[in-house]
C-alpha cells in the first residue's frame, strides 16, 4: 500500500465501546462510560449489548414479580 492509499484509506471510530462479553471488557465497558470516555454511539452500542445479554434475567424476573403481584 502506497502512502496515498493509506491516507485515503476509511478509519474506523474509536467509540469507547469494546464488544466482549469476558468479566474484564464488561468492567472496562462500563468504566469507560462512567468516565465519559465513551461516545454517544459507543454508548448505544455498550446497552444494545447489555440489553441482548441480559434479556433471558430479565424476562424472568418480570415473570417472577408479575406471578406474585397477580396473587394477590
Sequence with gaps: ???AEASTSPVAEDTGYI???????KWRNWFSLLTGKMTDQG????RIAR??????ADCKRCEKQ???????
Design 19 to 25: 464488544p466482549g462479553d469476558d468479566g474484564y471488557i
Design 1 to 3: 500500500m502506497t502512502d
Design 66 to 72: 408479575r406471578d406474585f403481584l397477580l396473587q394477590y
Design 51 to 56: 440489553d441482548e445479554r441480559m434479556e433471558e
Design 43 to 46: 454508548q448505544e452500542q455498550y
